[in-house]
């Protein structure tokens, strides 16, 4: 039996898209079932490298065939999913889902930096797009489309932002890779703010207060004492 029409099977039958990992846990969980055979045992070995490559033919397969549905990979997990152009029929069998307003222009351009420069500081944004960005994220990152990736290593340690699984989902993305070439906007070089100060390479980051207290002991030492007068 061959590993694609496994997967084919299990894919059609799916109530949702499903990633490698969940696939291969599909196969371990019917390698341990009793009636299990030698086949199903040994399929529950199979290589994530393998399952995605017999995936991907399945892809092609169903592309050449021309159905009016395919196998795509959106943000990460399979799916089976129609072809565009049969939409208005789809909409009259299952009705139109409500669907958040569209992205505004703002919006779109704030996500596409994030997207080809993440991680990337607020600030950072903010110097590529020339103006304020507050309420372009507080939108972006309440449509799930952007989420905080971390921290910044500079002065501070502001979060980073990046895009999330339902921004591929959305823009109908396997991973980031897909994104089309811009070369330009990752060439715009950003002015970082300089690193914490630290008390010696690779020591932690002296706190605030700590700095404030040595900068005022060597004012201290610097300024000479003024002799008293006499009387």
Known sequence: MELKFILESLLFSAQKPLSVKELRDVFAAAAEAEDADATTQSLAKVKDSEMTAALEQLAREHEAAARSYRLACVAGAWQFVSQPEYAPWLKALVGQKIRPPRLSQPALETLAIIAYR?????????????VNVDAVMQTIMERGLVDVAGRAEVVGRPPTYGTTALFLEYFGLSGLEGLPAADELRKIVVQKPPAPVTVEPGLATTPPEQLALGSAEGTKEETPETPASGS
């Open 118 to 130: 993440q991680p990337i500081t607020r600030a950072e944004v903010e110097q590529i797009r020339g």
